[in-house]
């Protein structure tokens, strides 16, 4: 593999030859990454399989579908997206005409995380491509499988003058980090953000960091139990609790908190009939490291529900913890694994200060038949992103810009928001030649008076 320094140079040149600019090349290249996708289908699903235990349903559902779906969204709108865009222009600027462009950063760096290691890699990529950029990809090194087929697709796929991976560990992100690039796009862990925010600052670089943090779900008195517990469940135990917005922590009215915790066991046997088992399409953990991390947090409260371990396969059965406080080892970080600790509450003002008191977090989900419920907890607690009466299906929707605030992140992508990510927009006035407005000069006979009759 060429060093980053190379490949940067290489990036940086063709960048300024403006090849990548024209609309046609563009869509040109989302239609190879599209095909590219669908053709090494089959290695993709097996790649995640050896990963994360994925199952093929899995797999196609969350890593496969949804880059379809946003190449198809993208290459739709792209045309509309790329248009100078007109803007008013005041009374004070008569005779001008402005309009805002849309252009790309340049060379582009994306940094992304094991836990769903293709997804989260080509997702931000759609966005550098459709805006027009070069973009150097680090896959996570601990996705290994996932890693080596993103490097062997996207270099028989792409020009690495164009797309570059770069594989390998620590050493090779500090030696990305030390480059002077346009744009870097991070996902992954809140230490690690704070990392690269601090890299970026030294070059001034824009950064969109999508990070985590522990996400609340709120079920109210008044809700659909069984919807509730389905979702939730569903939500929860994707990929194995191992998904940057899964509910982190359940926060239960106190009078149906029996009753949801009863129809949430329901559901995981109905799911999972034997999750420690190779074939129950349940996902493993990553690695020995976030398996006996897992462990130590499945000591904190009472176990209620699950607890089963099989160390040798890295595998954890879904997990319900009562009796939870606040300051207990599973509260004080993000768990992102099958384990729910479950909290109650008596009155929801309640709940909303005591989820006020942590870090924003990237997700919230709140389950309520009653509008004013739900509003009062969207206006109430500022977080990334959510549901109302569901659980992830936000991250869906291409029309919905996904990100953090606070400690979970910065910048959002999807859909438009991909397009956004990747691009600068440049105000430029355009002034008529045909007449010259004199009251804007000192040297104008009432100036003062006059600019004072224009600016009330």
């Known amino acids: 593999m060429l060093s980053v320094s190379t490949l940067h140079g290489r990036q940086r040149l063709f960048f300024e030859t403006g090849a990548t600019k024209p609309l046609h090349y563009r869509l040109d290249q989302l239609s190879k990454l599209k095909d590219m996708i669908k053709t090494s289908e089959a290695s993709i699903i097996e790649a995640l399989r050896l990963d994360l235990g994925k199952s093929d349903f899995e797999a196609f559902a969350t890593e496969i579908g949804i880059l ?5 969204h993208v290459s739709k709108n792209l045309r509309r997206w790329s248009k ?6 005041p009374i004070t600027h008569f005779g001008s005409k402005s309009r805002i462009y849309a252009e790309p950063y340049g060379v582009t760096l994306i940094i992304a995380p094991w836990n769903y290691p293709f997804q989260l890699a080509l997702a931000p990529l759609i966005g550098a491509i459709s805006a027009g950029n070069c973009a150097i990809l680090k ?17 028989g796929t792409f020009d690495d003058h164009y797309i570059a991976v770069a594989e390998g560990g620590v050493e090779t992100s500090n030696e990305l980090l030390a480059v002077d690039f346009d744009k870097i796009f991070f996902t992954g862990s809140v230490n690690v953000g704070r990392i690269v925010m601090e890299a970026a600052a030294k070059h001034l670089t824009p950064v969109t960091l999508e990070l985590g943090g522990k996400s609340p779900c709120i079920v109210h008195e008044d809700a659909n139990l069984k919807h509730a517990a389905k979702r939730i469940v569903w939500g929860k135990f994707l990929n194995a609790g191992q998904t940057c917005i899964a509910p982190d922590y359940l926060y239960v009215h106190e009078s149906v ?7 949430m066991k329901v559901f995981v046997a109905d799911f999972f009939k034997d999750p420690l088992a190779a074939d129950s399409g349940y996902a493993k953990i990553i690695n020995e490291k976030h398996f006996n991390r897992l462990q130590g947090l499945m000591k904190s ?3 209620i529900y699950g607890g089963q371990t ?24 993000e768990i992102f694994g099958p384990i729910l600790p479950i909290l109650s509450y008596g009155d929801l003002g309640e709940a909303i200060r005591e989820i006020n008191a942590r870090p924003k977090p990237l997700a919230l989900y709140v389950f309520s038949e009653s509008e004013n419920v739900q509003q009062r907890v969207i206006d109430s607690v500022s977080f990334g992103g959510g549901c109302i009466n569901d659980t992830i299906m936000h991250i869906v929707s291409p029309y919905l810009p996904f990100g953090g605030v606070g400690e979970s992140g910065m910048g959002g992508y999807h859909g438009k928001g991909s397009f956004d990510a990747f691009s ?11 007449f010259d407005l004199p009251f804007r000069y000192p040297n104008a006979k009432n100036a003062l008076k006059r600019l004072k009759s224009v600016y009330k």
């Open 68 to 72: 379809l779906e946003e190449i198809n």
């Open 84 to 89: 100078p865009q007109r803007v008013r222009t």
């Open 139 to 155: 896959p996570s090194e601990l996705a290994p499988h996932t890693s080596a087929l993103l490097a062997r697709l996207l270099s």
């Open 257 to 263: 908190k029996e009753q949801l915790v009863e129809q």
């Open 301 to 303: 409260g009472h176990l």
């Open 310 to 333: 099989d160390e040798n396969a890295h595998r954890i059965a879904p997990t319900f913890l009562d009796a939870v406080h606040w300051d207990e080892p599973v509260m004080q970080e």
């Open 424 to 434: 600068h927009r440049k105000s430029v006035l355009k002034q008529t030649s045909r």
